[in-house]
T-cell receptor, first 108, second 114 residues
Framework: KNEVEQSPQNLTAQEGEFITINCSYS?????LHWLQQHPGGGIVSLFM???GKKKHGRLIATINIQEKHSSLHITASHPRDSAVYIC??????????FGEGTQLTVNP | EAGVAQSPRYKIIEKRQSVAFWCNPI?????LYWYQQILGQGPKLLIQ????????DSQLPKDRFSAERLKGVDSTLKIQPAKLEDSAVYLC????????????FGQGTRLTVV
């Protein structure tokens, strides 16, 4: 069993829909990251969380430390949001452990 | 702020050949990581440097992979000899060490072994 599990693996939505991607982890962490990866591109860090909730534009990330669970929400989704979204947790030191990613496709 | 620079962006080699990737981290970042990302999977840590010392190389296939960061700045990752299953994107990232912060990633090098 992976230390970081994401769901769903693939997600297809219509433009304008509200999207939720989930991340569960089984280890103690000091922080959790949500990352975005476009095809052929590098990885862009969206959020770093250690507690509570953060919002940036149409993106919202939440974390529940007790339940070892985080969610990434996208409101009013747009085709340009199509990408792979990766959850990563920071464990001992500065090591990051990654989930396998969620492929999001938003159709116009 | 300049980002993490990697080169080349793409490389195609035949199996059993050698290949090297280069990474220039963000200025002042003491921690440097090399990740391997196979298509459809999340990145897997190959090696982590703190300045020019190795912190974690437990997942590095040491029979064929090597990495160095001689002056604590730039780093190179080498594969010798390459196998078909080494086809992946190789990502370099860097972070400040003394505070919890985001790791900054380069664009990656896409390696295809044929």
């Amino acid at each position: 069993k992976n230390e970081v599990e994401q769901s769903p693996q693939n997600l297809t939505a219509q433009e304008g829909e509200f999207i939720t991607i989930n991340c569960s982890y089984s280890v103690g962490i000091s922080a959790l990251h949500w990352l975005q990866q476009h095809p052929g591109g590098g990885i862009v860090s969206l959020f770093m969380l250690s507690s509570g909730k953060k919002k940036h534009g149409r993106l919202i990330a939440t974390i529940n430390i007790q339940e070892k669970h985080s969610s990434l929400h996208i409101t009013a989704s747009h085709p340009r949001d199509s990408a792979v979204y990766i959850c990563a947790v920071r464990t001992s030191g500065s090591r990051l452990t990654f989930g396998e990613g969620t492929q999001l496709t938003v159709n116009p | 702020e300049a980002g993490v620079a990697q080169s080349p962006r793409y490389k195609i080699i035949e199996k059993r050949q050698s290949v090297a990737f280069w990474c220039n981290p963000i200025s002042g970042h003491a921690t440097l990581y090399w990740y391997q990302q196979i298509l459809g999977q999340g990145p897997k840590l190959l090696i982590q440097f703190q300045n020019n010392g190795v912190v974690d190389d437990s997942q590095l296939p040491k029979d064929r992979f090597s990495a160095e960061r001689l002056k604590g700045v730039d780093s190179t990752l080498k594969i010798q000899p390459a196998k078909l299953e080494d086809s992946a994107v190789y990502l370099c990232a860097s972070s400040l060490v003394f505070r919890v912060t985001e790791a900054f990633f380069g664009q990656g090098t896409r390696l295809t072994v044929v």
